[in-house]
């Protein structure tokens, strides 16, 4: 499956496809990536629908080609408030490596770049710390800044997916 993201000025959609491509994000003073080959899609932010009994840092559903996605916030989930709607704000919908579909989205602030980024260390367990169970050890750099990778499949636990279930087919 084809990676692609939208690019907001013209509507258009752009063809991403390198292994180590990442597109970077900025939650509060620090830069976080995802590799561009998880990615399904990314879109400008719509009206979320609200989803009774998750958890806090879910921001809401997003309808999106028949699927209803849960939508995390990261600035919620990183513990910086919650992610501001401006032009760079986007949802990340990403996927599984082998291409199945999206089941969930990451709402992200000052998603405006793509960089290719290798792992340059390794962050022991006692610094990565309670909060960082959706972080990969692994950093990266860009210019004299620290990157860390979403994990994002760590979020998609068993109650989140529960809340939304894949569609069924009639």
Known sequence: MAVTALNSSSGSRMPLSDTHQHLLFRVG?????????EIEVILP?????PLAQAPDFVAGLLRYRGRLIPVIDVGLLRGVGAIRRLISTRLVLVQS???????????????????GLSPVDRLPEAVL???????????????SSLVRSVDWAS???????????PPSLK
Not at 45 to 49: A, F, M, R, S
Not at 129 to 143: A, I, Q, R, Y
């Open 29 to 37: 003073d620090e830069f976080f990536a995802v590799p561009l080959l």
């Open 129 to 143: 710390g309670e909060g960082g169970h959706w972080l990969h050890p692994n950093v990266m750099t860009t210019g």
């Open 45 to 49: 932010v719509p009206d979320l629908e």
């Open 155 to 165: 979020l998609l636990t068993p109650e989140l997916a529960a809340l939304c279930p």
């Open 97 to 115: 490596p082998d291409g199945e579909p999206s089941r969930l989205a990451l709402l992200v602030e000052h998603a405006l770049e793509v960089a």
